[in-house]
């Protein structure tokens, strides 16, 4: 009896892990990343939050999304303690050396636990190239998010493309990701 229990145990905590940090259903986070939109929120009304967006870089200076425009960029939201978050970042840094020009990665702290200075610490440890902000203004919540890792992808015209919440793995979201790079060569 024992046994099963923790073989039960181990696969709930490998589930949650390997689909993303949240407390929601499985077949929310599905519907999320299928239909490019939150339960409750249409399309429309997320371009429009993401459109208006703006965040913090590590140095209390603004930052908006026409910064980057020309490039196609991933907004993903994360968090230091987020293990799905943190397993595709070395993808996504090999993406950003090699589309430089093309290819715009913000790494969004949510401040669900962590602030700033948290996310500034893990940035100077780890040097991903990434744009590294802190979400003061509450965008992950305008958007209707409830867990992490949650990407936004923004066309290098400063159009919503997707949102999806949860991770393919490294070389899933890397594939994925670099699918949408060439697109917009």
């Given at each position: ?8 145990s ?40 993401i ?71 893990f ?51 890397y ?11």
């Open positions: 009896m024992k046994f099963k229990t923790f073989i039960l181990v696969c709930t905590i490998a589930a949650i892990l390997f689909s993303g940090c949240s407390q929601e259903s499985s077949n929310q986070q599905e519907s999320e990343s299928a239909s490019g939109s939150v339960p409750g929120q249409d399309l429309s009304e997320q371009s429009e939050i459109e208006n967006a703006t965040f913090t870089d590590l140095d209390g200076n603004p930052v908006s999304l026409d910064q980057f425009e020309g490039k196609l960029v991933l907004i993903d939201f994360w968090e230091s303690w987020c293990g799905p978050c943190l397993q595709v970042f070395p993808a996504m840094a090999d993406l950003r050396e090699e589309y430089p020009d093309n290819f715009e990665v913000l790494a969004v702290t949510v401040g669900l636990t962590e602030g700033p200075e948290e996310a500034k610490a940035a100077a440890e780890n040097g991903y190239p990434f744009t590294w902000l802190y979400d003061e203004n509450g965008v992950f919540d305008q958007l209707g998010a409830s867990g992490i890792p949650y990407k936004v992808f923004i066309s290098p015209t400063g159009e919503l493309l997707e949102i999806e919440m949860g991770s393919r793995g490294r070389e899933g979201d594939n994925k990701t670099e699918a949408k790079i060439k697109e917009y060569l």
